[in-house]
T-cell receptor, first 113, second 113 residues
Framework: DAGVIQSPRHEVTEMGQEVTLRCKPI?????LFWYRQTMMRGLELLIYFNNNVPIDDSGMPEDRFSAKMPNASFSTLKIQPSEPRDSAVYFC???????????FGPGTRLLVL | AQSVTQLGSHVSVSEGALVLLRCNYS??????LFWYVQYPNQGLQLLLK??????LVKGINGFEAEFKKSETSFHLTKPSAHMSDAAEYFCAVSDTGGFKTIFGAGTRLFVKA
């Protein structure tokens, strides 16, 4: 079975540009999570969805960040406008059920110049 | 509120030596506890998890962890390190009611030949 799929794997952009990260969860999973990983702050949960509905976005750093899940097989994390401090690795993960193991995608490495 | 503390951001062992990575948690309700491993340029993978069954949990690649309620610990061990074990290891905690998994800061394991 395919795991969690993320695209792009690498993104280099200039400050002020819009960035869209994409995630396809494992088929049948009903929870989807977006994380950010940096050396300074470690792994941070940004937002999670249950059955395509955002449940908790308290980890979203500011209004420049937004996430959507239009259907069970696709989610996006958008940053507009991007800033150099947004440079990080962004992970998507999915799980089956509230207590299920989270399966992580390979991540998107974002560099904002 | 839940929290997890990993003692030691870096651990170095010789090949064939015992691996011990320390994790202490704080939770007001019975916890679920996890160890994840992250290899370079990859997402996190579940090594093992404790969900209130046996206190000694065996995971993949020869790793195991013991839940000690009295010490609020969930240390990860492996009797004999292999070069391929070099990676970053994350301890995580969630509670039996919720799912918001809290990750530790990670411990990077180095294995010397």
């Amino acid at each position: 079975d395919a795991g969690v799929i993320q695209s792009p794997r690498h993104e280099v952009t200039e400050m002020g540009q819009e960035v869209t990260l994409r995630c396809k969860p494992i088929s049948g999973h009903d929870y989807l999570f977006w994380y950010r990983q940096t050396m300074m702050r470690g792994l941070e949960l940004l937002i999670y969805f249950n059955n395509n509905v955002p449940i908790d976005d308290s980890g979203m750093p500011e209004d420049r960040f937004s996430a959507k899940m239009p259907n069970a097989s696709f989610s996006t994390l958008k940053i507009q406008p991007s800033e150099p401090r947004d440079s990080a690795v962004y992970f998507c993960a999915s799980s089956l059920g509230l207590k299920g193991t989270q399966y992580f995608g390979p991540g998107t490495r974002l560099l904002v110049l | 509120a839940q929290s997890v503390t990993q003692l030691g951001s870096h651990v170095s062992v010789s090949e064939g030596a015992l691996v011990l990575l320390r994790c202490n948690y704080s939770s007001s309700v019975p916890p679920y506890l996890f160890w994840y491993v992250q290899y370079p340029n990859q997402g996190l993978q579940l090594l093992l998890k404790y969900t209130s069954a046996a206190t000694l949990v065996k995971g993949i690649n020869g790793f195991e962890a013991e839940f000690k309620k009295s010490e609020t610990s969930f240390h990860l061990t492996k009797p004999s390190a292999h070069m391929s074990d070099a990676a970053e290891y994350f301890c995580a905690v969630s509670d039996t009611g919720g799912f918001k998994t809290i990750f530790g800061a990670g411990t990077r394991l180095f294995v010397k030949a």
